[in-house]
């Protein structure tokens, strides 16, 4: 199997009832046209069929248990299913696995996702899985080292035509100046996507918060999300049951919702308009009624100014 073929010797998602090419197309051009207008938020749901992610590995490596989490989220709100089979935790424990392993893990989950209807996302930093997952009906690339670490990537990216997500990422957390590694890591992305014929207004940037980055540039990260605006570009923060959480106030992965909310709350005012995130249904609440209060408060001052 080559670097960019599709898999052809796995399942095909039509028998789990894939949408024609034209219908996806209509899904393609819908979730962009989301993405680009930034508002109201989109939430995705993260899914990982791993069995050593840092915060549920092993949980949903059972197809039936995945797909049905996936039902989950999708009742719970989420815009977006974000499907991996790989840990990419950024720190001790993960095993890098081949892209046939990947595949193995995706074939019964994958398609079967796709045919709930909510749009998915495939988590990949390998171009020959993110071509197989969008050739079964994915509408989003979301790659961990954004068109850096496999330089096919950007070439399936721009073949499908699909959003990409593109995040920040480093081998060591070494940069001495965080948010200029973020700017010039972006500016070769964009030279990457650009020089592949990804259109612009399908890229998303992700500072890739816990990704190379120590406890505090990750929070640094996300309170100078709004500094990435002048790429004129979607911003996505990741911030869930993040380490640098840990950092503050101690607690295991599970129990981290609190810094979870807390992170992107404060990423939406800087100007996310997608994040990711595990506990859906928790964070929806917390969205909308941050977003309530505000509201209530902008009524209440213009009512007082009224004559």
């Not at 989220?73 to 299913?81: K, M, N, R, S, V």
């Amino acid at each position: 199997m080559s670097a960019t073929s599709p898999a052809h010797d796995l399942p095909s998602a039509a028998a789990v009832g894939r949408a024609p090419d034209s219908l996806r197309s209509g899904i393609v051009a819908g979730i962009a046209a989301r993405i680009r207008a930034r508002n109201p938020v989109l939430v995705m749901g993260i899914l990982n069929l791993t069995p050593d992610s840092f915060s549920d590995g092993g949980k949903f490596v059972e197809p039936d248990v995945a797909v049905a989490h996936a039902r989950q989220l999708i009742a719970e709100g989420a815009d977006i299913i974000d499907i991996g089979a790989e840990s990419t935790r950024p720190y001790k424990g993960m095993q890098p696995v081949t892209a046939q392993e990947e595949l193995r893990r995706l074939a019964p989950v994958l398609p079967a996702v796709v045919a709930l209807g909510t749009p998915v996302s495939i988590d990949t930093m390998k171009a020959e899985v993110a071509d197989w997952a969008l050739s079964q009906g994915a509408v989003i690339a979301n790659d961990v080292w954004g068109l850096q670490r496999d330089p096919a990537m950007a070439g399936v990216v721009a073949r499908h035509g699909v959003p990409v997500i593109v995040m920040h990422n480093r081998e060591r957390p070494d940069a001495p100046d965080i948010m200029a590694d973020i700017d010039a890591f972006f500016a070769r992305s964009l030279a990457i996507a650009d020089k592949a014929g990804i259109a612009r207004d399908n890229i998303v940037l992700d500072p890739g918060v816990g990704f190379g980055k120590t406890a505090a540039q990750s929070m640094t990260a996300i309170a100078r999300v709004a500094d990435l605006k002048k790429f004129g570009l979607p911003i996505l923060v990741g911030a869930s049951r993040k380490r640098f959480i840990d950092s503050v106030t101690p607690a295991p992965p599970d129990q981290r919702i609190g810094g979870t909310i807390a992170s992107h709350l404060i990423a939406v005012e800087g100007g996310a308009s997608i994040i990711r995130v595990h506990d859906v249904g928790t964070v929806i609440q917390a969205l909308r009624i941050a977003d309530a209060i505000v509201r209530a408060g902008r009524e209440s001052r213009e009512e007082g100014r009224a004559p």
